[in-house]
């Protein structure tokens, strides 16, 4: 059974820092890449990032750059999303998704191939 189960949400001060997990299981983890997406209320789901496993060449959406660092450990089969500096408005559900080989459908907008459930981060002013 593919799994992908987030944790490391909560509530944060703005200027605070976060660090999210993302643990995979169910599929081959280094054959996928992973990306992050948040979806605030009354807002449509936006990509945060995407990461490709075997190089950690990463992207990353224009509103979390520098800010943001997506990183993985394929032997905990394992990604993370490094929040630093937050703000009020990066207050979401973020959710992991795993998508086979590239980030080309993270970039178009397509459907992924797995996705966690999410976890929720608040960032109070």
């Known amino acids: 059974e593919v799994q992908l189960v987030e944790s490391g949400g909560g509530l944060v001060q703005a200027g605070g820092s976060l660090r999210l997990s993302c643990v995979a299981s169910g599929f081959i983890f280094d054959r996928y890449v992973i990306a992050w997406f948040r979806q605030a209320p009354g807002k449509e789901r936006e990509g945060v990032g995407c990461?490709?496993?075997?190089?950690?060449?990463?992207i990353y959406a224009d509103s979390v750059k520098g800010r943001f660092t997506i990183s993985k450990d394929s032997t905990k089969t394992t990604a993370y999303l490094q929040m630093n500096d937050l703000k009020p408005e990066d207050t979401a559900t973020y959710y992991c998704a795993a998508d086979f080989r590239s980030c080309v459908d993270y970039t178009k907008g397509l459907p992924m191939d797995f996705w966690g459930k999410g976890v929720l981060v608040t960032v109070s002013s």
């Open positions: 990461i490709i496993n075997l190089d950690g060449w990463a």
